[in-house]
T-cell receptor
């Protein structure tokens, strides 16, 4: 089946630094990837939709200058958390939709746990 | 997209069928019902989806009522590894729409 990977699986950083998270579709091409954030005991909240070759679409309340998204190829999207602060500590999850189907089925990565000290 | 309502939690004995309900009374004719689950500290996993007919795959069965206002996900023989949060999501057809996760149902499978 379709596999999505994320790297790193966890990261600890100091406040004020930037962190990059990669999301890769391993065996399919994805024109669209999604980035979610999940705080403890809460549901997934969509942050942005990443489209290959164009600017990402951010959900209301998500700062585009803080959460930089780049989708440079059909298999890779990156999320950079700039000037991270402790309140950015969360579980970040990406998903990808298979280019070859018209389905809404999304394949999710395993997530990246970010802890900002 | 139509809003869904699920019970916050359910328990099930291992080996028994787990029946997870979902209400989507405002669903429209061109909206699918999708089910995902999330095991603790992992990314969500697709389970099954349907439009109006009942569906079955190797993981589960999906029963959609005739009026399409509710559905039930059935795990025929639940195991401890099925302990997870199960999300019922309604989404427009066409492959171009984003998933909106509600609070889901925490299923706990016990010995």
């Amino acid at each position: 089946g379709a596999v999505v990977s994320q790297h790193p699986s966890w990261v600890i950083c100091k406040s004020g630094t930037s962190v990059k998270i990669e999301c890769r579709s391993l065996d399919f091409q994805a024109t669209t990837m999604f980035w979610y954030r999940q705080f403890p005991k809460q549901s997934l909240m969509l942050m942005a939709t990443s489209n290959e070759g164009s600017k990402a679409t951010y959900e209301q309340g998500v700062e585009k200058d803080k959460f930089l998204i780049n989708h440079a190829s059909l298999t890779l999207s990156t999320l950079t958390v700039t000037s991270a602060h402790p309140e950015d500590s969360s579980f970040y999850i990406c998903s990808a939709r298979d280019l070859g189907t018209g389905s809404n089925e999304q394949f999710f990565g395993p997530g990246t746990r970010l802890t900002v000290l | 997209d139509a809003k869904t309502t699920q019970p916050p939690s359910m328990d099930c004995a291992e080996g028994r069928a787990a029946n997870l309900p979902c209400n989507h009374s405002t669903i429209s004719g061109n909206e699918y019902v999708y089910w995902y689950r999330q095991i603790h500290s992992q990314g969500p996993q697709y389970i099954i989806h349907g439009l109006k007919n009942n569906e079955t795959n190797e993981m589960a069965s999906l029963i959609i009522t005739e009026d399409r206002k509710s559905s039930t996900l059935i795990l025929p023989h639940a195991t401890l590894r099925d302990t997870a949060v199960y999300y019922c999501i309604v989404i427009l057809t066409g492959g171009g729409n984003k998933l909106t996760f509600g609070t889901g149902t925490q299923l706990k499978v016990e010995l």
